[in-house]
């Protein structure tokens, strides 16, 4: 029984490897289909997943943000740098998107706190 659930945990992962890799792929490619195509997929792995890769969040964010859909690329920001201790290069990309979209003084608050977190590389 142990060898079955092992087997079924080992078939989900590697569709789940598959879905992701298609999505990228998809992404990569371009186009306004191919993005619809990309965030299906991610949105679903993210969904259904126990623990979500950064980089499904940040590929997801990026699309989101190409398809002009401010706010659900936000969300996906937001599950990456609203932890304890944020990944510093995640923090700098959702600086970069608040920027973008026009928030400046958002994003001036969110690069104050990569100098807090990082200030040897502001140096």
């Known amino acids: 029984a142990q060898a079955l659930l092992e087997g079924q945990n080992d078939a989900a992962a590697d569709v789940q ?7 990228v792929l998809l992404a990569e490619r371009g186009g306004a289909e191919n993005r619809k ?4 997929l991610l949105e679903r792995l993210i ?8 980089g499904d969040r940040l590929l997801l ?8 859909m401010p706010q659900a690329a936000r969300e996906q920001f937001l599950a990456l740098v609203s932890g304890e201790k944020p990944v510093p290069g995640h923090v700098a990309r959702y600086a970069e998107f608040l920027l973008d979209i026009g ?21």
């Open 17 to 23: 490897m598959n879905e992701r890799f298609m999505a």
């Open 37 to 40: 195509q990309a965030r299906s």
């Open 47 to 54: 969904e259904t997943a126990r623990e979500v890769p950064a």
């Open 61 to 68: 964010a990026r699309l989101y943000h190409e398809d002009r």
């Open 103 to 123: 928030h400046a003084e958002e994003a001036g608050s969110w690069i104050v706190k990569l100098e807090a977190a990082a200030p040897a590389e502001w140096n």
